[in-house]
């Protein structure tokens, strides 16, 4: 995003700012009015929940944003992030983009990186939404036979221009590769009430159990079961 810094003495030799496209090879002492680019930008991850499974996709989406207040378009936009060792980057699927028209993607394979280009994006100031925003998403599956308690973490830096990069938020799952167990209390064979107690026990050793599902095999007089 770009914004307008506040006016202020400078003393220089050369300064040079990508988003006016200017150069100044003088010494030069004056009150100027510096262009450049900021942005709030965050990540986040599907299905929002603190632990998953080794056989469910996660999706992430990385969110940019041309502050309103800002008086310059945005003329490139790259993200970059470097893939957790927990997933498997051979799945790595592009799932979609705010520009697709403008931008590239590549995948770094031997230093774990994915980069996305948004090249010409001129990005506006968001002063009518959502026309100053940009995303971009992709899913990837956690690696096989990763341990449960294996956390899985991802962030990812959105530069603008040839501004330093900013880093987003970090977002965490952990990993629950064990399903749960149920005990069932053991009952006589033969019940002589109509109505009886069923007990049981589920366990599990991270994410918990959420629900169970209890099935009743009856036997009536005559022999047949429903």
Same mark, same amino acid.
Do not use: A, F, H, Y
């Given at each position: 995003a770009a914004m307008a810094f506040p006016a202020y003495p400078l003393a220089f030799h050369a300064i040079y700012n990508t988003a006016a496209d200017l150069v100044v090879e003088h010494e030069c002492k004056d009150t100027t009015r510096i262009v450049a680019s900021y942005d709030p930008n965050s990540i986040e991850v599907q299905p929002i929940v603190p632990y998953t499974n080794t056989n469910t996709p996660l999706t992430f989406t990385i969110h940019f944003e041309n502050l309103p207040q800002a008086n310059f378009p945005a003329e *490139?936009?790259?993200?970059?992030?470097?893939? *957790?060792?927990?997933?498997?980057? *051979?799945?790595v699927t592009f799932t979609g983009s705010s520009h697709p028209d403008v931008l590239t993607t590549v995948i770094d394979k031997s230093n774990r990186t994915i980069i996305w280009r948004f090249t010409g994006i001129q990005l506006p100031p968001n002063q009518n939404p959502p026309e100053g925003e940009g995303w971009a998403q992709f899913t990837v599956m956690p690696k096989e036979n990763i341990p449960s308690g294996t956390e899985i973490t991802a962030k990812a830096e959105i530069r603008f221009d040839e501004n330093p990069p900013i880093m987003t938020n970090e977002v965490k799952v952990t990993v629950d590769s064990k399903p749960p167990t149920t005990q069932m209390t053991a009952l006589p064979e033969v019940q002589s009430r109509g109505v009886f107690e069923v007990q049981w026990e589920a366990q599990d050793d991270l994410s918990g159990v959420e629900t169970t599902l209890l099935w009743v095999n009856e036997e009536r007089s005559d022999g047949q079961q429903r």
């Open positions: *490139d936009v790259m993200i970059k992030l470097t893939l *957790d060792e927990n997933l498997d980057i *051979d799945s």
